[in-house]
């Protein structure tokens, strides 16, 4: 299986999404910088964290514009599963390829600490190892994760099981306490209507050894090798 | 022309400067050559004042690679690695303008290790502020906080530990002081130095704006009531046009085709342009009109004196630069072709081909002016040395003395502070930051490297020399709690105006401190920072001398936590304790005093104990472990418990000190101790290990039940729910600017 890691000039989670899937999982891994316009036969595409060109406008507005974005819509559209995560998630927003948009985080400060995720729905690639209703232990790192949506909008994806992690505590409790960041519904993660493209807050990859203090983020790069490996997403090389 | 004094005194020159300038130069200097001479004279680049003291550190030793001099120091960490490091101080920008003083400090100091070759891996910071009280102070907390944050965490460096303190002579003048770490092969260390004449040399990163001129002559003098004149003097970060020339810079340096390189920090293109020429026994001539601006109708003065930040001096080899030229493009980055490396050792600048400033390197460098300051012991101390307890009436009992303690901003949990600090990015990340030394995992080896800074100023105040032992003797200590073997360490030493003779005895007795304690403790210092006129209308802050150490572990899976691992466990307290309560936060606490004696220090027993922390932490013996600072004993004992919801039974013996007793033994700051924990079934195998190593040490209790429970001598002082105590300790410090939010 080949992982295919977007590298925009100001991504910073690449090395890190490149690390979980290579040495970690024992995948083959590719970073793929923004201005190709290959996925060079990847079966899984990345987009990491970081501040893509800065984010000095909104986070992610410039990266759609980059070359490899094209071939990562098309690849989408082929029915590839594509995982955006912190920034990746912004930019998939910022493409259209996810609905919604970010606010600032509502104590309007970065927030760095381990949070709590519930998996809300396991019929997508990066969930379906998971068991419905598993909490899981992920840091986040943001400022701007404070998902937002029109009400229509929320309602559609809370009506088709688009939301796919909530911010929960421990024992899996949606409360207001558990949300770090002011997001609608404790949305942490959707996925789009064809539930092959998801973008999540939180960050798997740095949650993928017990040294670094938990490895409940590898189960979704795990979910995505028995997804493809059952066929039940098919590669849109 | 002949300059009138009005002049020198706007560019920080006395009269006999400017004279040696005259004679050096065998002419009058131009109005380039006279800013050029300035900056490079001031303080902040010259270290005119401290060069005399400097000299007497140690800095070499079997593992270091590069020692003071170049633009970081370098340590070898085995399997071909070395570890990149250096501190640095930005103070003065953070306080006129303090979110971009702190994050453009943050910016100088990642330049400085990548210019090296080296991937910056992690930032650590060090902070004094003024009481949280001050609306004020909290002002500048936010600003230097969300400054760091801003540009670490853009930029995907890690921030993972550092200390913060807060006293009141920082109110008018806080110290940011950041250090970064970086790796690189330990034979691939990159030099700032400009040689083979004909070499082309490349401007490369943002271009040149008013920002920032004359920032290093404003870190040179004192604040006064005309602070918001220097305003334009802060520089204004990009910490996104950095992480483009980090990467960029690490793929050039991938190929052969670099002689050198530096970054344009403090006297920006002045600095890197005369002291890589300095260093390469070349000189370097560049003609001001290549140089990219921002801003029209730049005169040469300001294109040389302009600190706007992000930008790299490289001299690339001929023939080699279209191989530059290529990487920087594609980071859309555009190297500019701005001058040449020649033979004469000179600096000269031309503008459109007229030349401009022509000074012979040494000048500027080795030959700026080296001044032994008079010195005079300072007559507060005799008075501050002498502590009565008597005097203080009664003390508090011993469960309301922790209770104020755990509440006090220097112990409290700094949790508002590094939640905002991405810590994790690059997954290297084994001890988060608030923990004691953080530590980073090194990926190409098995090893891990832990990493502390450390200064309690009020020691400094009352004994410079035993206080910067002590500064050294912690922050080693730290990281060998971690189980690292302190191998290398760089300072940056935060003081007053030393025009004044005591504060020149004050920095030359800490330097002198900072010298013995390493070389007892074999840590050379590779190199750091000197701020001088830390002052606010003639008040000086607490002398400063902050140490950062690195540590190395050599098993990454046998990283020590400060936490206590599991109920049963034994406690052992490893050093001695001693009726000592001077310059304790006690004292300062409760009764508002930073007075008496600092703890003494005995450097061959604290060597002692870092080399069974060591063997501990290796063996797997030490299961955690916590040294004992600020707070004492019952602090130290305390925070093992957070985190776990493990609580503690101690008992200890009872120091003599009439009715401050119980305060004293609890509360009381003596050097060289640890608390540690181990599997009940070995405290006697770690006794035994501490005997011979000539350690004292007594097993003082054991961790279980959910209260913190302490006694002297059988009898019950502190008998306290555990998640009480967490909730005062952590809450503590957001609560002061939550109070903030609800009156906004």
Redo the contacts between chains.
Sequence with gaps: MKFAVVVF?????D??AY??AQHVLGQDAELIWH?DTSLKGADVVVLP???A????LRTGAIARFSPIMQEVQRFAAGGGPVLGICNGFQVLLEAGMLPGAMLRNTVL?????HVYVRVEQTDTPFTAACAPGQVLRI?I?H?EGNYYAEPDVVDRLEHNRQVIFRYATVSGDVTPAANPNGSLNNIAGICNETRNVVGLMP?P??A??L???SADGLVLFESVLKALSHGAFASAR | MTMDDQVLERHGLTRDEYNRIVEMLGREPTFTELGIFSVMWSEHCSYKSSRVHLKTLPTTGRRVLQGPGENAGAVDIGDGYAAVFKIESHNHPSFIEPYQGAATGVGGIIRDIFTMGARPIALLNSLRFGSLEDPLVRRTVSGVV?GI??YG????IPTVGGEIGFDDSYTGNPLVNVFCLGISRADDIIKGTASGAGNPVYYVGAKTGRDGIHGATMASAEFDEKLEEKRPAVQVG????E??LL?ACLEVMQTDALVGIQDMGAAGLTCSTCEMGSRGGAGVEIDVANVPQRETGMTPYEIMLSESQERMLLVVKKGREHDVERIFE???LHAVHIGQVTTDGKMRVKDRGEVVAEIPNPCLTDEAPVYRRPMQEPAYLREARRLSLDSLGQPLVARDALRALLAAPNVASKRWV?????????????V?PGMGAGVV?V?ETHRALALSTDCNGRFVYLDPYRGAQLAVAEASRNVACAGGLPIGATNCLNFGNPQKPEIMWQFAKAVEGMGAACRALDIPITGGNVSLYNETDGSAVLPTPVLGVVGLIEN??RVVRRAFREAGEVIVLLGESRAELGGSEYLHVVHGLIRGVPPALDLEREAALQRLLVEGAASGLIRSAHDCAEGGLAITIAESCFDTGLGASIDVPGLEAGHFGDVVTLFGESASRVVVSVRAQQAAELLALARKAGVPAAAIGTVGGGAVRMSIDGRSVIDAPLVELEHLWSTSIESFFEKQRAIA
């Design positions: 000039p100001g991504s910073n989670c090395h890190d690390y979980a201005k964290g970081g501040f060109h800065g984010d000095y400060q970065f927030r760095c600490e840091p790192a400022g960050h990859e740095r993928c050894e040294a670094v203090g | 969300a944050a801003g965490n853009s930029i995907g990009d910490p996104f046009m992480k483009l990467e594609k980071w859309d590094y939640r905002q600090y991405d810590h994790m990015v690059r997954t290297n990340t084994l988060v995992r990926k990454a899976d």
